[in-house]
């Protein structure tokens, strides 16, 4: 029954969400970044997408996104 609510919601109100490539946080598709693959980093994804916090990172500079061990 859920499952049909669902689907009604999703054909009604259209809104996506991605899973940001490095921290792994849901994000709304029309504000994740869409940015180049890396070859070295294992995806087989010729594109990413990233969450803005992991977005403004990158563009700082810094070179691991990815989060510690739990």
């Known amino acids: 029954m859920q499952e ?3 689907g009604t919601r999703r054909t009604m ?4 969400y991605v899973q940001c ?3 792994n946080k849901m994000t ?3 504000r994740a970044h869409l940015v180049s693959g890396d070859i ?9 997408y ?3 916090d992991c977005h ?3 563009m700082r500079g810094e070179q691991d996104l990815r ?3 739990p």
Request: glycine share 6%; net charge negative; with cysteine.
């Open 21 to 23: 490539s490095h921290c």
């Open 28 to 30: 709304l598709r029309r």
């Open 40 to 48: 070295l980093s294992g995806s087989l994804s010729e594109y990413e």
């Open 67 to 69: 989060p510690g061990p």
């Open 50 to 52: 990233l969450c803005a």
């Open 4 to 6: 049909d609510i669902m």
């Open 13 to 16: 109100l259209p809104v996506s």
């Open 56 to 58: 403004d990172a990158l």
